[in-house]
């Protein structure tokens, strides 16, 4: 079939909007799937076998246990993509990123939850391990590990993303970079996070009046600590030590970290040693000379906490090859600090007509939803783009109207939406529209 006759046949009910873009109810029953008019990417069944009559895997007995499991062999290229901005001075410092082209649904996998350290991971034995809590408390309190594991625990589902995520999208790079999206969008994963409500050991030691901030300090090298508002301490803050149902990786905070749902990433302390509380911020080296948005006026904006609104198609995308015209799904990860995604929107010819996605259940607050759409590709140049709004109707900014907000080379916090231009040869590169 031509990519023209594959248009032809496809039933106008179906279509969502331009480029090519279906109706998410057209894999439904009934829906365009169903009536044959869609290309889908099978082949017939010639002799109704599948390989071989008996392939090797079917006479040979397979591998024995083993008592860590370990992806396929053929998946060994799936594997986080590290920078270190420092080289080998400092190899500790820097990031390694999610290869969000190799991944579904909406939990990371640990060994590829995306890890960013300032003066690499500490190897902390957890019998020696303890947290100070003191300062504006009635009792100054310490907790080994084991009086940790003691108390009732609850669980919670969400993403960490980096201030510093898509930084190659930022003022930082006024052309766009090529890259795997992984490599652009990667400083955000998701995991269920288990462990105690902060607000039970603040209660145990006791919360004085005029405490309105917390110091939080890690026990790496970099000695990361940030100053977080008294009322998140209190409400869903949490001392989380397992990370999908595992204890906590070492790259992301073994024995204990601090799990703040929705704000940047840089507030939830790994490797967590003190919390100390205070009247006011206590402005450490980590929120002055850092993690701060520079305005258009050159003044610094301080303490940003919630992550905004955004959305990243994550199929297709760079670091992904097209297979040729015809039936695809476009899918990506929605995420907000302010709580839940309510709409994900894909538009195929750039911005121009936009169609609603299906989002995944459930859609939790602070966490990712993965959100699809079927689309059929004509064969023909498009430009896919994905623009998110949540609950509290903050929706995601064109990558123009972000960076009007910030002064040249600002980097943090953007989440402007990303637009793939995909060429009639199959070429997937990033484009500011
Ligand atoms: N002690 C300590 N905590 C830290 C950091 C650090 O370098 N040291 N990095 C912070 C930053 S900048 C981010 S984005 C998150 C990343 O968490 P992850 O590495 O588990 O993904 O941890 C934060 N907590
Ligand atoms: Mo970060």
């Known amino acids: 079939m031509t990519s023209d006759e594959m248009a032809a046949r496809l039933p106008d009910l179906e279509r969502a909007a331009g480029g090519g873009l279906l109706h998410r109810r057209a894999l439904l029953a009934g829906g365009a799937l169903a009536t044959g008019a869609l290309a889908l990417p099978s082949t017939a069944a010639v002799a109704g076998a599948v390989g071989p009559a008996q392939p090797e895997s079917m006479r040979t007995p397979g591998a024995p246990f083993r008592g860590y499991g370990q992806p396929s062999r053929f998946e060994a290229e799936v594997a986080r993509g590290i920078l270190k901005p420092y080289g080998d001075l400092s190899p500790g410092a820097g990031i390694s990123m ?3 082209q190799n991944l579904s649904g909406t ?20 019998a020696a391990h303890q947290i100070l809590i003191h300062g504006l408390v009635e009792r100054p309190l310490k907790f080994s590990m084991d009086a940790l594991m003691r108390y ?5 589902i969400c993403f960490i993303e980096c201030s510093g995520n898509s930084f190659f999208n930022s003022n930082l790079f006024p052309e766009p970079m090529q890259m795997p999206v992984g490599m652009i969008h990667g400083l955000v994963s998701a995991a269920e996070w288990t462990g105690i409500p902060l607000a039970t050991l603040l209660d145990e030691a006791g919360v004085k009046p005029g405490a309105g901030w917390i ?65 006011q911020p206590t402005h450490t080296k980590d929120e002055t000379s850092k993690y701060t948005d520079l ?21 297709p995308a760079t670091g992904l090859a097209m297979q040729g015209p015809g039936f695809y799904e476009v899918s990506g990860l929605a995420w907000t600090g302010h709580g839940r995604i309510a709409t994900v929107e894909i538009s195929a010819d750039g911005g121009a007509s936009w169609a609603e996605a ?36 903050n929706v995601q900014p064109t990558r123009a109207n972000w960076s009007a907000q910030y002064a040249a080379g600002h980097l943090y916090h953007c989440n402007a939406i990303q637009s793939w231009s995909i060429a009639a040869d199959g070429e997937i590169k990033n484009v500011y529209v």
Do not use: C
């Open 98 to 100: 999610t290869p969000l």
């Open 107 to 126: 939990i990371t996998p640990n060994g590829l939850f995306f890890n960013r350290s300032h003066n690499g991971v500490p190897d902390i034995d957890p």
């Open 152 to 156: 009732p625990m609850v669980s919670q």
């Open 215 to 279: 110091l939080a300090e890690g026990a790496d090298a970099a000695g990361m600590s940030r100053s977080i508002p008294i009322d998140k301490a209190l409400d869903d803050a949490m001392i989380a030590l397992y990370q999908n149902g595992e204890r906590i990786r070492p790259e992301q905070g073994y024995p204990v970290r601090l799990m703040l749902p929705g704000y940047e990433g840089n507030m939830s302390v790994k490797w967590l040693r003190r919390i100390k509380l205070t009247a």
């Open 295 to 315: 305005m258009p006026d050159g003044k610094s904006r301080q303490f940003t906490y919630p992550m905004d609104v955004k959305s990243v198609i994550t199929r």
């Open 358 to 393: 299906a989002l995944s259940e459930p859609n939790l607050p602070h966490a990712l939803v993965r959100f699809s759409l079927p689309w059929q590709w004509e064969g023909g140049p498009v430009v896919l783009m994905s623009r998110a709004t949540d609950e509290k109707g």
